[in-house]
Nanobody, 121 residues
C-alpha cells in the first residue's frame, strides 16, 4: 500500500489559482493510475480528475478547462493545477492511487489526509 500526502491548499479569492501536490511514499511509475477527489461539507466525495500511468487525463465536467492534472513519476508526485477558481470549488481535496479502466476510475485503498481549498472573497 502506498502512502500519499497532499499539500498546496489554502484560501484564495474567486478567479485565483492554486497548485496541489500529492507525494507518494514509493514508486507509482508503473503501478497506479492516480486521481484527485474532493469533498465538501454535507456532500459526497466526487472525482475531480484522473490521470493514468501513461499520462492520459479525464476531468469532471465542472472543472474541465480550469483544472489540469499531471504527474512526475521520477518524483512520485501528482499535481492538480487549479485556475479560475470558484466558491463552489471549496472542499477538501484528496488524492488516491487506483485503477482507471474502461473510462472509469476505481479507487484503491490508499488515500491522503487531504488539503483544504477555500475560495472566498
Amino acid at each position: 500500500q502506498v502512502q500519499l500526502v497532499e499539500s498546496g491548499g489554502g484560501l484564495v479569492q474567486p478567479g485565483g489559482s492554486l497548485r496541489l501536490s500529492c507525494a507518494a511514499s514509493r514508486s507509482i511509475l508503473s503501478t497506479y493510475d492516480m486521481a484527485w477527489f474532493r469533498q465538501a461539507p454535507g456532500r459526497q466525495r466526487e472525482l475531480v480528475a484522473a490521470i493514468t500511468r501513461g499520462g492520459s487525463t479525464n476531468y469532471a465536467d465542472s472543472v474541465k478547462a480550469r483544472f489540469t492534472a499531471n504527474r512526475d513519476n521520477a518524483k512520485n508526485t501528482v499535481y492538480l493545477q487549479m485556475n479560475s477558481l470558484k466558491p463552489e470549488d471549496t472542499a477538501v481535496y484528496l488524492c488516491n492511487a487506483g485503477t482507471y479502466y474502461s473510462n472509469q476510475y476505481y479507487p484503491g485503498n490508499s488515500w491522503g489526509q487531504g488539503t483544504q481549498v477555500t475560495v472566498s472573497s
